[in-house]
């Protein structure tokens, strides 16, 4: 049972149906936060090559506003929640409660809220795939970045080539009345993360 289990998870049906899961439950998570209802026009999953990461967020030297969360517990990862300036500028006008167009900047209250947004979203994802799987997993405090996209995954990237050389991009899109967000959720277990096996059905952690 163990190494069907193992296959499948491998072979990607589960983990896509486990990744949709956690987008789900961290999209209502910001909305729980927001105050607003969010509809979820798309959950697009790839699992791609880490070296094109950077290529994926617009090339190299492409300024991207980033929220790294590293995870460990039953087993050790990165999350990075990725976007061009511009799509995280209307992010934060969201969660600011501004009108479109009013956040060009990224000082220091954006720094904060999109810390927060980070976390909201990274602990309601991974509580999700933890339930599912019936483990414990936990979330670093989130690290808010903008700088040029290979800056920002070097040091994810570092560790993940170590193991394994493929890692999970996830792309949503959804909207509220006014506007549509789109980002990227990059998200890069390690190697024993991907052998974890399935939680019986109804199992909890």
């Known amino acids: 049972m163990e190494n069907n289990v193992t296959r499948e998870f491998n072979g990607m049906p589960v983990w896509d149906q486990l990744i949709k899961r956690g987008m789900t439950n961290a999209i ?8 607003r209802d969010f509809e979820i026009s798309s959950i697009n999953i790839r699992q791609v090559p880490a070296r094109e990461m950077p290529s994926l967020l617009g090339g190299p030297e492409s300024m991207v506003v980033g929220v790294y969360i ?41 720094q904060s809220a999109l810390g927060e ?13 933890a339930d599912s799987l019936g483990v414990l997993l936990h979330p670093s405090p989130p690290v808010v970045l903008l ?24 792309e949503t899109s959804f ?13 890069m277990p ?16």
């Open 70 to 110: 590293t995870f460990n517990g039953a087993s050790n990862g990165h999350i990075l929640l990725a976007h061009q300036p511009e799509f995280a500028y209307a992010i934060l006008d969201l969660l600011l409660g501004n009108h479109p167009g009013t956040c060009k900047t990224l000082d220091e209250m954006s």
């Open 147 to 170: 700088d040029m996209a290979g800056a920002i995954l070097d040091i994810a990237l570092s560790e993940i080539l170590a193991e394994r050389d493929d890692v999970f991009i996830v």
């Open 190 to 205: 390690n190697a024993s993360f991907m052998q974890l096996p399935l939680a019986p059905s109804g199992a909890s952690h």
């Open 28 to 35: 209502n998570g910001l909305s729980q936060m927001v105050g």
């Open 175 to 187: 909207h509220v009345s006014d506007r549509t967000i789109e980002g990227k959720f990059l998200i």
């Open 117 to 129: 947004m980070g976390n909201v979203t990274g602990t309601f994802f991974l509580n999700a795939i």
